[in-house]
C-alpha cells in the first residue's frame, strides 16, 4: 500500500504517508483520485475552476467554492465552513476541470454549491483538529456503553469530530428505527458538545471502516466505489459458483459487489448454450448432465452407473437434442465427441519457472553426509600414515609368546587345559553320579498332613 502511485498523503507532494494501510485519521487511499490533467498545460487566458472536492475522515467528500482564489495542492489541509456554525478541516482531494466532471457524475449543479473555503490552517488550528481526533476512539466506546445501558438495539460504529472540536456526527447501524433523545441527552451532557446522529447501512459502514477482503486487497467500496448495486444469489447461478453464504458474504454481511464485475460476460457466454437439457436420449441409455464449461463451450454427461464423464462440444448436444424431439436416438454419444486424447496445447511461457518438488527434501542431510565421509576420509589417511611410520621402525625385543590352550574332549565335551593334556578317566562299574541335594523348607507343625496311613 501505501500514496506512492497516486497524488494523496505528503502533504503537497505526493511522497506517502508511510503509514503502510493502517491510517486511520485521514481516510488514506479511500475514493481516491489521480488528477492526470495537473501535468498539462494550460492557454494563458484560462480561469481555473473555483469549486474544489474535499476529502474528510471516511469516504465522505464535499464540495466547496474558492472565492479567495486560494492557491492549493493536492492533499494539502484547508479550513471550510461546516453546515453548522464554525469550521472544519479537511484535505483538498481534486481541483481543476474533473471537479466538473465529478459535478455532472453526482448530478450536482454549480449553483447548489454553497459552501466556502476559509483560508489555510494555521498551527492553533492543527493542534486542535489533532486534539479532535485523538478522543473520536474514547468517545465511541462511552457512546457505546451509554446505549447499553439505555437497552436501545443499535450498533455505533464511527464518530467524526468537526475540525473546530465543537460537533461530533456519531455514524450508527440498526435493524430498524431507533428512539434515542435519551441518549442525545446524556450524550451531550457526557462530551458537553453538539451530538447529530445519522444511520447508515452495512454496505455505508464497511466503506468508513475500510478493512481487507478475501482476494487480499482493500476493500472496493472503500477504495473507489460509490455506487452500491443490489447483488442477488442469481449472480452466483449464472457464473457456476457454490452457494455458500459464507463464501459469498463479504465484511459487511452482505454479498460480496464483485460477483457483479464478471456477470455480464458470464450472460453473454450463456446465450448460446442450452439451457433446458438435463439429460440425452441415448441406445445405449440416457446420459445425465454433469457439468458445464462456459468458456470452453463444453458439457460433460455421463450414464447411470458409470463414474465416466463424456465431454461434448454445445454444436454436438443441439444436433443430438433435434434427434431425440424427432424420436431418433443415436447409439452411443461416444463416438460424437471430439477426440480430447492426444491433442496437446502449446506450452506457454511465462517469466518464472515453477521448481516445487524438483528439489529432494534430504537435500540439506546429504552435504551433512559429505562432511562426515570428509572427515572419515581424513581421518583414514592419518591412520595408514601411522601404520607405515609403525612397520619402518625395528622390532624391540619381545617375550616369548604363550602357547595356546588345548583343548580336550571329556565325555563329547572339551576342556581347556594350560600348558598340558589331560585324558578323561573311565567311570568304574557301580559308579552313580551325585545327585545336587537341596535343602528343604521345613514343614509347617500346624498344617495337616495329606499322606494316608495304613
Known amino acids: 500500500m501505501g500514496c506512492n502511485s497516486c497524488s494523496s498523503g505528503g502533504g503537497c507532494s505526493p511522497k506517502g504517508c508511510q503509514s503502510n494501510g493502517t491510517c486511520t485519521t485521514n481516510g488514506c487511499n479511500k475514493l481516491d483520485v489521480y488528477d492526470w490533467l495537473s501535468h498539462m498545460d494550460m492557454p494563458s487566458n484560462y480561469k481555473p475552476f473555483n469549486i474544489i472536492e474535499v476529502r474528510f475522515k471516511g469516504s465522505r467528500k464535499e464540495f466547496f467554492v474558492n472565492e479567495n482564489d486560494l492557491y492549493m495542492e493536492m492533499g494539502e489541509m484547508i479550513v471550510v465552513e461546516s453546515s453548522t456554525n464554525g469550521y472544519d478541516i479537511g484535505h483538498v482531494s481534486l481541483m481543476g476541470e474533473l471537479v466538473r466532471l465529478q459535478l455532472k457524475k453526482q448530478n450536482t449543479k454549480e449553483e447548489s454549491v454553497l459552501k466556502k473555503v476559509y483560508r489555510k490552517p494555521t498551527p492553533s488550528d492543527i493542534e486542535k483538529y489533532e486534539a479532535a481526533k485523538a478522543l473520536e476512539w474514547e468517545t465511541m466506546h462511552k457512546a457505546r456503553t451509554l446505549a447499553l445501558q439505555l437497552g436501545l438495539s443499535m450498533k455505533i460504529s464511527d464518530?467524526?469530530?468537526?475540525?473546530?472540536?465543537?460537533?461530533?456526527?456519531?455514524y450508527y447501524t440498526a435493524d430498524g428505527r431507533v428512539d434515542f433523545r435519551e441518549l442525545i441527552k446524556s450524550m451531550a451532557e457526557t462530551f458537553r458538545i453538539r451530538i447529530e446522529m445519522r444511520q447508515i447501512g452495512m454496505r455505508q459502514e464497511a466503506s468508513r471502516l475500510g478493512g481487507i477482503g478475501s482476494c487480499g486487497r482493500e476493500l472496493c467500496c472503500s477504495t473507489w466505489l460509490t455506487d452500491f448495486k443490489t447483488v442477488s444469489t442469481s449472480a452466483a447461478r449464472y457464473q457456476n459458483l457454490s452457494l455458500n453464504t459464507l463464501k459469498l458474504a463479504g465484511q459487511c454481511g452482505k454479498l460480496k459487489c464483485c460477483l457483479n464485475y464478471e456477470l455480464d460476460t458470464y450472460m453473454d457466454a450463456l446465450k448460446d448454450i442450452p439451457t433446458d437439457i438435463n439429460k440425452l436420449e441415448t441406445i445405449k441409455g440416457n446420459a445425465y448432465l454433469q457439468k458445464t464449461d462456459i468458456f470452453k463451450r463444453l458439457m460433460w454427461f455421463s450414464f447411470q452407473g458409470d463414474d465416466s464423464w463424456i465431454p461434448l462440444p454445445i454444436d454436438r448436444v443441439k444436433e443430438i437434442q433435434q434427434q431425440n424431439l424427432k424420436g431418433?436416438?443415436?447409439?452411443?454419444?461416444?463416438?460424437?465427441?471430439i477426440p480430447t486424447v492426444g491433442v496437446k496445447e502449446k506450452e506457454r511461457t511465462y517469466d518464472y519457472e515453477n521448481v516445487v518438488g524438483q528439489d529432494s527434501l534430504t537435500r540439506l542431510d546429504e552435504?551433512?553426509?559429505?562432511r562426515r565421509n570428509s572427515k572419515n576420509r581424513s581421518r583414514n589417511k592419518n591412520n595408514r600414515l601411522e601404520k607405515t611410520t609403525s612397520e619402518n621402525k625395528p622390532l624391540m625385543d619381545k617375550a616369548p609368546a604363550k602357547k595356546p590352550a588345548e583343548r580336550v574332549p571329556v565325555e563329547n565335551k572339551t576342556v581347556e587345559v594350560k600348558g598340558a593334556t589331560k585324558e578323561p578317566q573311565p567311570k568304574?562299574?557301580?559308579?552313580?553320579?551325585k545327585k545336587k541335594r537341596y535343602n528343604k523348607r521345613p514343614k509347617n507343625p500346624n498344617k495337616p498332613d495329606n499322606t494316608n496311613e495304613g
Open 159 to 170: 464518530v467524526d469530530y468537526q475540525g473546530d472540536k465543537s460537533k461530533a456526527t456519531f
Open 328 to 337: 431418433i436416438k443415436p447409439e452411443d454419444i461416444k463416438d460424437l465427441t
Open 428 to 433: 568304574t562299574e557301580g559308579q552313580v553320579r
Open 367 to 370: 552435504n551433512k553426509n559429505k
